[in-house]
């Protein structure tokens, strides 16, 4: 079974500062990576997805995430936050589902709660 | 809106009570996903479907757990004689294809005095 490790559960930073969402998965099969943000009482919304290919991804609102395999972590990164970056944090993988093809559910770390600070 | 959509937003009952959930996919969205999320914890994978298909439920946390989605367009999620510990927020999800990309809703807060 997959596991997900977010090292940090908060992470302040000040705005315009560069920061890095650690994230360490652990499967024994093909995983496809993901990061969701969850804005105050808001729903979860995709940042960005790994499935295949090129390491690093990049997504929505500035946000890019490298895959290391020889590590197993999908950190994420932003160059510049800002204060509408305020939110939590999810990273979450799915494994392969060799008889219906395709991902299953997906396994969530517990999230980092990304504070800025102006 | 042709988001996925959730009803009730909110449910407040008393132990040992039942309780169901809706949820609706976005149209034509053929996978269908339940997920708990406890307060501090990201979401719990519980089941879900393919049309009509449930495809895996061996994680729903108990028998008193049970999820149908009979015309492969909306689903419930029923919770039988709840106890303290379910209170949580439940979420649903639609994917279309290979779901590689879930669509969440806005969850279901349920309280259970």
């Known amino acids: 079974a997959q596991s997900v490790t977010q090292l940090d559960s908060q992470v302040p930073v000040f705005e315009e500062a560069p920061v890095e969402l650690r994230c360490n998965y652990s499967s024994s099969v093909s995983v496809y990576l993901f990061w969701y943000v969850q804005y105050p009482n808001q729903g979860l919304q995709l940042l960005l997805k790994?499935?295949?290919?090129?390491?690093l991804v990049k997504g929505i609102n500035g946000f890019e995430a490298e895959f290391n395999k020889s590590q197993t972590s999908f950190h994420l990164r932003k160059p510049s936050v800002h204060i509408s970056d305020t939110a939590e944090y999810f990273c979450?993988?799915?494994?392969?589902?060799?008889?219906?093809?395709?991902?299953?559910?997906?396994?969530f770390g517990k999230g980092t709660h990304l504070i800025i600070q102006p | 809106d042709t988001g996925v959509s959730q009803d009730p937003r909110h449910k407040i009952t008393k132990r040992g009570q039942n309780v169901t959930f809706r949820c609706d996919p976005i149209s034509e969205h053929n996978r269908l996903y339940w997920y708990r999320q406890t307060l501090g914890q990201g979401p719990e994978f519980l089941t879900y479907?393919?049309?009509?298909?449930?495809?895996?439920k061996s994680r729903l946390l108990s028998d008193r757990f049970s999820a149908e989605r009979p015309k492969g367009s909306f689903s419930t999620l029923e919770i039988q004689r709840t106890e303290q510990g379910d209170s949580a927020m439940y979420l649903c999800a639609s994917s279309i294809g290979q779901g590689f990309e879930q669509f969440f809703g806005p969850g279901t807060r349920l309280t259970v005095l």
């Open positions: 479907f393919q049309n009509e298909a449930q495809l895996e």
């Open positions: 979450a993988v799915s494994e392969y589902m060799y008889s219906g093809g395709g991902a299953d559910g997906l396994t």
């Open positions: 790994y499935l295949s290919g090129s390491t």
